[in-house]
């Protein structure tokens, strides 16, 4: 039997940490550390989740809340878990989400017999239309999995994973703080590379809360959406980065993804934003590796590429896309 860490961002969740924590304190495996980071959370959650812990005093013991002195956003709040975590292994918990009661020993149990360093179960995704089930698909090789973790999918999620602590120790892997945005798709690219093996288990051990108004990536309207988009496309450039001449394939794969999601920002830019946001993300995309630009129809030179710099062109560009999908509607 080895120690487990449950890490818990907390911020803004005073409705649902009394679930979460209950989840936690509650689980059937006996040897579990529990780190809470309040991100100066504005609300009563730490309140709550204080008074929680009263009810479970077997397990005080082994309950740390650390505190940031300034509100530093998801992505810290993740490496300051990490960083104070003495077990074996880490579990990632989101505090509007919760587990199943034997949720850490089904994972532990399958460790044990596998020796893998990420263990993963299903989980319930929670929507206002009713429960989906997410399932970790079968890979055969690491190759699948990192490529996974690069598509579009619940695939690349950090939670409902018992994860070897020294996977992020050994190889330095944390969040880039301030990109709080994909993280986890960050985190699990270069954990999957590092993983030098990993298995999957059919239970269900994590319930996903979708109907969170108040979470991060619930939160949307004009330059919210934008602020949004760069942290996720920081992540994106952080992968793509890391692969660079270490896997030419992932390289590759990492690349196009994170030119095709340039144009998502330049296009929430232009929507939302104004000149200096334009340029921002202008000046991204034109590090580019040119032979990805082509995917955007983004020129580097004549008359296009010139037209692609300027500011009104592109605004005047976006409002009749926008129109257009109107009308087709």
Sequence with gaps: MYKVSILVPVYGVEQYIERCSRSLFEQTYPCIEFIFVDDCSPDKSVSVLNSVINDYPERSNDIRILRHDKNCGLAASRNTALFA???????????????????VQVLVNKQLETDADIVSGSAYMHTHDGVEELFEPIFQNKEEMVLQQLKYSWDHVIWRRLI???????????????????????????????????????????????????????????????????????????????????NELFYNEAAKQTVLYSQNVLDCVLKYDGYSGFRHIVSIIDCFDKEYLSL??????????????????????????????????
Excluded at 193 to 219: L, M
Aim: proline share 1%.
């Design 296 to 329: 955007i129809g983004w020129e580097t030179k004549g008359v296009k590429g010139i037209l692609l710099h300027c500011y009104p062109f592109m605004k005047l560009r976006s409002l009749f896309k926008r129109a257009n999908r109107v009308l087709k509607k």
């Design 164 to 246: 070897r602590r020294s996977l992020f120790i050994d190889n330095d892997i944390k969040c880039i703080d301030g990109c709080d945005m994909a993280e986890d798709r960050y985190l699990m690219a270069l954990l999957s590379f590092y993983a030098n093996s990993f298995c999957r288990i059919d239970e269900f051990v994590y319930n996903y809360e979708k109907r969170n108004e108040g979470s991060i990536t619930a939160q949307g309207g004009g330059k919210k959406y934008v602020r949004r988009g760069f942290q996720y496309l920081s992540n994106w450039i952080g992968i793509k980065d890391f692969f660079y001449k270490k």
């Design 85 to 103: 975590a003495q077990g074996s292994f880490v579990f990632y918990v989101d505090s509007d989400d919760w587990l199943e009661p034997d949720a």
